[in-house]
T-cell receptor, first 115, second 111 residues
Framework: EAGVTQFPSHSVIEKGQTVTLRCDPISGHDNLYWYRRVMGKEIKFLLHFVKESKQDESGMPNNRFLAERTGGTYSTLKVQPAELEDSGVYFC?????????????FGPGTRLTVL | GENVEQHPSTLSVQEGDSAVIKCTYSDSASNYFPWYKQELGKGPQLIIDIRSNVGEKKDQRIAVTLNKTAKHFSLHITETQPEDSAVYFCAASIGDYKLSFGAGTTVTVRA
């Protein structure tokens, strides 16, 4: 079974530019999560999809961040325009069961650097 | 919201010795506590988890203990080996799906 994959692995952009991160969850996993780790701090929750629906986006920093999951398969996270404080590692995770906490499987992350 | 504190931030142990990482949480409703290991260039991988109806769980050299009254849980690694060197994260559940993570512990096993 293939794991969670993320693309790109690294992205270096200038302040004001736009970046789109992609996540492909494990096949059959309805739940998809985005997390972010900034500068050696804790991994912070950004948002949660169940299939194509956003269940909780309480962790999204501001309206410069837009996440989508069209068709309930892969997801994209767009940052527009990027700011310096957006630098960090963005992780995607997926889990199988709805209606209860289940093991979350993480992807390798995308390291975003905003200059 | 849930706040998870993790200590220590770095831990260096001699190969063969034990390593202990401790976490505390604030939300008494948390009922699921996973531990993740992140190796260089990889994403966090689940190594063990515990639910609130259990006080201790073991898997070979790894064990986790949970004290719900005191709201703390710990990871114990015995007979450490060089391949145990990594960053370890504890987490506590928020509601049915969210996880709140600690800041991570960088473990170095000296040969």
């Amino acid at each position: 079974e293939a794991g969670v994959t993320q693309f790109p692995s690294h992205s270096v952009i200038e302040k004001g530019q736009t970046v789109t991160l992609r996540c492909d969850p494990i096949s059959g996993h309805d739940n998809l999560y985005w997390y972010r780790r900034v500068m050696g701090k804790e991994i912070k929750f950004l948002l949660h999809f169940v299939k194509e629906s956003k269940q909780d986006e309480s962790g999204m920093p501001n309206n410069r961040f837009l996440a989508e999951r069209t068709g309930g398969t892969y997801s994209t996270l767009k940052v527009q325009p990027a700011e310096l404080e957006d630098s960090g590692v963005y992780f995607c995770a997926s889990s199988r069961l709805a209606g209860g906490i289940d093991t979350q499987y993480f992807g390798p992350g995308t390291r975003l650097t905003v200059l | 919201g849930e706040n998870v504190e993790q200590h220590p931030s770095t831990l260096s142990v001699q190969e063969g010795d034990s390593a202990v990482i401790k976490c505390t949480y604030s939300d008494s409703a948390s009922n699921y506590f996973p531990w993740y290991k992140q190796e260089l260039g990889k994403g966090p991988q689940l190594i063990i988890d515990i639910r609130s109806n259990v006080g201790e769980k073991k898997d070979q050299r790894i064990a986790v203990t949970l004290n719900k009254t005191a709201k703390h849980f710990s990871l114990h690694i015995t007979e450490t080996q060089p391949e145990d060197s990594a960053v370890y994260f504890c987490a506590a559940s928020i509601g049915d799906y969210k996880l709140s993570f600690g800041a991570g512990t960088t473990v170095t096993v000296r040969a």
